[in-house]
């Protein structure tokens, strides 16, 4: 099988998982918000904000660095170093792991009253803590999964964690909602963690059998490698986390100095980061999983010194993802009342899709780009990006939310990807220049996606923002078929244009 159709197979089959998961995430997802409610979902979301960062000190960029070092390793014909990189991750990814155990644990107390300013976290934070070191095995195997291109393994792990959180938060979070927040989101932190130690079980028992019987190199040679390559990244995503945990302190702590009451703040939080944003990431499931695969693609082109590869790629994947983002931005932005409504029954959901729609190509292509500039070597670079994103992201919520309200942090969220996007793309460029096609990426997909919507919101007119879930997804599934024949329509006859054009050169 050639490279091309290795990188096609595994991305379509992490991109079928991935939507999904994602789309049963994001209805199930619609279901746990409307049973525990907008306050309950503020205050999860605030303490996943606080293990999240916890988590990026336990894996301490450990994925991407096994990725990239096996993926490294197989392009310069040195599988002999892969067991000795595994076995280095795993000391490295314990020692960080077991100290971010202890600190979450023994200290959950003053982390959820000082930091958070919640006694109601305290014991879903100490109940997190457990699922730590499992998570930060489980980012040592998924990153050797993508780094040898076994994509199915983690793609199997998806489908069967996913399985196991509806079923436990069926039977574990319905019943304690009623309880009140704490209950809830005790109940939802349990359920991430059973979630969490059924992925750990399911990936692990894969590895044993995918290392069967294979050679292990020296745990000593390769921990310089490792720690070489992960530190950097351990301390960037330290520093970003940090200051990406203390903005999503300061937001309901700002809204409350413009006036809310707390369950106000946790309220209109909610709906924002809990309903409004997943709902602008649902559809980059296809794109994380391709710029996924591009991190250990052209970690083998660079090492191999494939120049002229690496532009193709770069090209094809930049028209790809700005065609993609461009139609996802303009369904959204025409159908976001019906899908507030629908999944939410909440009118204001709606209102902040619409407002969040049109950054969707820059956030989308910066995921892109930032995958490709890691695969080049320059994660440093993108280092401090991100840290400079996140250090004034902080300090526009501290001065926009107090006058704006929550709508500030959403013009945060679109002032600061458009920031991280033009530098990321800036660096890119420097170093792979690759064309672009601004008429046939973003001009073309804009008036097929325009005409697509409008066309399909025209002949399905069911009552509204109040039509029904069924007929919503009959809409949508119409506007992007039309969308689909639009675009390839108009790439074949831009493709006929170009080799008539061609031959006419030639006969010249």
């Not at 314990?94 to 100290?99: A, D, E, M, T, Y």
């Not at 926009?400 to 013009?411: A, D």
Request: proline residues 3%; aromatic residues 10%.
């Amino acid at each position: 099988m050639s490279r091309r159709s290795r990188f096609l197979k595994n991305g379509l089959l992490l991109t079928a998982v991935a939507l999904s998961a994602r789309a049963v995430a994001l209805f199930f997802g619609a279901f746990v918000t409307k049973t525990v409610g907008a306050e309950g979902i503020g205050l999860f979301t605030l303490i996943m904000t606080l293990y999240n960062f916890a988590v990026t000190f336990a894996t301490s960029g450990i994925s991407l660095t096994v990725t990239k070092l096996v993926a490294a390793a197989i392009g310069e014909g040195r599988r002999d170093r892969v067991g000795g990189i595994l076995r280095a991750a795993v000391g490295y990814a314990l020692f960080f792991s077991i100290g971010a155990t202890a600190v979450l644990f023994f200290f959950a107390r003053p982390l959820g009253i000082r930091v958070l300013g919640d006694s109601r976290a305290v014991r879903s934070i100490r109940l997190l803590s457990v699922s730590l070191v499992p998570g930060a095995l489980c980012a040592i195997f998924s990153g050797y999964f993508v780094g040898v291109r076994r994509v199915a393994r983690n793609a199997a792990t998806q489908v069967i964690a996913q399985g196991a959180k509806i079923l436990l938060t069926l039977a574990i979070v319905t019943k304690s909602a009623a309880l009140g927040a704490e209950s809830a989101c005790f109940a939802l932190s349990l359920c991430s963690v059973l979630t969490d130690l059924v992925a750990f079980l399911v990936l692990l028992l894969q590895f044993l059998y995918e290392r069967r019987g294979a050679r292990e190199g020296g745990k000593s040679r390769e921990m310089s490698a490792v720690a070489g390559m992960a530190f950097p990244l351990a301390v960037s995503a330290y520093i970003r986390s940090a200051l990406l945990t203390l903005e999503h302190v300061l937001i309901p702590k700002r809204l409350e100095t413009r006036g809310d009451s707390r369950s106000e703040a946790l309220a209109s939080y909610g709906v924002l980061h809990g309903m409004a944003l997943p709902m602008i990431l649902f559809p980059m499931a296809p794109l994380t999983s391709f710029s996924g695969l591009l991190v250990p693609e052209f970690a083998e082109c660079f090492a191999a010194g494939e120049e002229g590869r690496m532009k193709r790629i770069a090209e094809e994947a930049y028209h790809l993802t700005l065609t993609y983002a461009v139609g996802v931005a303009a369904f959204l932005l025409l159908f976001s009342e019906e899908l507030g409504y629908v999944l939410y029954r909440s009118y204001e959901a709606g209102a902040y899709i619409a407002f969040l729609a049109p950054v969707v190509p820059l956030m989308y292509l910066d995921h892109v780009t930032d995958s490709v500039l890691k695969g080049i070597g320059e994660h440093v670079y993108s280092m401090w990006v991100n840290i400079s994103d996140s250090f004034l992201s902080v300090i526009l919520v501290f001065f926009l939310l107090p006058t704006m309200g929550i709508c500030g942090y959403g013009v945060v969220i679109i002032v600061m990807e458009g920031y991280n996007f033009l530098l990321s793309y800036l660096r890119l460029r420097k170093r792979i220049r690759f064309p672009l096609h601004p008429i046939r990426s973003f001009v073309l997909p804009l008036v097929a996606a325009a005409l697509s919507a409008t066309l399909s919101k025209s002949l399905f007119v069911m009552n509204g923002a109040a039509t029904g879930g069924f007929w919503l997804a009959m809409k949508i599934l119409f506007a992007a078929s039309m969308f689909i024949a639009f675009t390839l329509t108009e790439e074949r006859l831009l493709s006929l244009n170009g080799k008539s054009g061609g031959r006419a050169t030639s006969e010249r």
